[in-house]
């Protein structure tokens, strides 16, 4: 699983930056506008849906619950900071899709005992995407802490992320990760689709 996560670009907008990680063959936008107001997020998530829906693409927006139920997207992925999983569910009902940021093992197996779908894990390395950044926990880090929650029995899917670059998809699918989430590495290159494909294809021969 691929999840690609837009950012702020002089080079391409959002919705280009949508349509070409789709093309390329990614079917899970995380749109994330840190420094926008909640109708500038709307605004642009309703110009996506239609990019989403046409190519069947699951559409989560970072943090904004307010935005997602007023927009009806997918869902929402929640930072340690934003609003507590419980009230997001609550607010959204049980077809939302919720996905928590995390950095340890105790915080996963605490994020489990609730009602959530997903755990984005990282960072993996230092990311120039994200403003106030946990301890990074390279290779080793994903491989204990993967090993610590399922041995906890604990089977929620965990999606690594913080700036990875595709040469690290291998090795960190070897982790035992269920998922990469992207941003930079994708919007930066050259050829973003051909970038897509290229890790989903190695992804592919990992399942």
Known sequence: MLQ??????????????????????????????????DAEVAEM????????????????????????????????????NDMEPAKAREFLGPHAIIGCTANTSDEILALARLDIDY??????????TKEKLAPTLGLEGYRKIVSEVRAAGCE????????????????????GVNGIAMSGAIINASDPAATVRSILDEGGRKN
Do not use: Y
Request: proline letters at 6%; one cysteine or more.
């Open 119 to 128: 755990i984005g894990l990282g960072p993996f390395r230092f990311t120039t």
């Open 45 to 80: 998530a309703r110009e996506i849906i239609p990019i989403c829906r046409d190519n069947e693409t699951i559409l989560v927006i970072d943090d904004r619950v307010d935005v997602v139920m007023e927009t009806k997207v997918h869902g929402v992925h929640l930072g340690k």
């Open 4 to 37: 690609f996560i837009t950012h702020s670009s002089d080079r391409l907008s959002i919705p280009e930056q949508v349509r070409l990680a789709i093309e390329g063959g990614c079917r899970w936008i995380q749109l994330r506008m840190k420094d926008a107001t």
């Open 156 to 175: 929620l899917p965990i999606v690594a992320i913080g700036g990875i670059t595709p040469d690290d998809v291998p090795a960190l699918l070897e982790t």
